[in-house]
């Protein structure tokens, strides 16, 4: 399988409030009521670009883990499947606006993201919500998939930090990578580009 792509961080927000608008639009219309998956595709971009979790963690966010007395946490606390560690995560105010007001129109008791049954939608779901979408769209991602969120906040927060190796340090500790060196394959960066920056000098 190609390695997935990044959203420049302007154009994710930008889809996130296209998708809502759409949603508070069919609310409003008479007699209409959407489905839950109407908006259910738009939090989950909005989540995963901004908690950086891999799929498999995000997928199994229950209601209990992000609210407390009804309303978005200021801080997700969870444990990742693939390494077991504990992870902290600060959550940005527009994000917890947007969990309070999909969970006061859609939500209910159990998983955040699922299906008919109550369970966890499955990866392979989301990857085709993201591949329609991406055509309905027209995303100019070449392959937009569920790992895309976690490499857009990934390239957004090397953006922001124009080269601080520190945030570099910071970040490679956040994805949970082995080492930097797996981080900088991860965001593609290349000795081309490390070539660069002795001319920045």
């Known amino acids: 399988m190609a390695a997935a792509d990044y959203m420049v ?9 296209e998708l809502n608008r759409e949603l508070k639009s069919e609310i409003r219309a008479p007699g209409f009521k959407p489905k839950p998956s109407s908006g259910r595709l738009s939090l989950f971009i909005n989540l995963g670009c901004h908690t ?7 997928l199994r966010l229950s209601w209990d883990a ?10 997700l606390v969870l444990k990742e499947k693939k390494t077991g560690k504990t992870r902290k995560i600060p959550l940005h105010e527009d994000v917890r606006k947007h969990v309070n007001w999909y ?11 699922k299906n008919r049954n109550g369970d966890p939608v499955s990866d392979t779901f989301m ?9 309905r769209k027209k ?34 500790m956040a994805l949970n990578h082995s080492s930097t060196k797996m981080t900088r394959i991860y965001l593609g960066i290349t000795d081309k580009e490390i070539s660069k920056l002795y001319l920045t000098v």
């Open 139 to 172: 995303i100019r991602v070449n392959n937009f998939s569920t790992h895309t969120l976690r490499k857009t906040w990934a390239h957004h927060v090397w953006e922001k930090a124009e080269g601080d190796a520190m945030v570099f340090e910071m970040m490679s």
């Open 66 to 75: 992000v609210l407390t007395n009804g309303s978005c946490r200021k801080v």
């Open 103 to 113: 969970y006061k129109n859609f939500g209910s008791p159990g998983y955040v993201f």
């Open 52 to 58: 950086a979790l891999r799929v498999s963690d995000l």
């Open 127 to 135: 990857r085709a919500e993201m591949t329609r979408l991406k055509k």
């Open 9 to 17: 961080w302007d154009e994710m927000k930008k889809l996130v409030e």
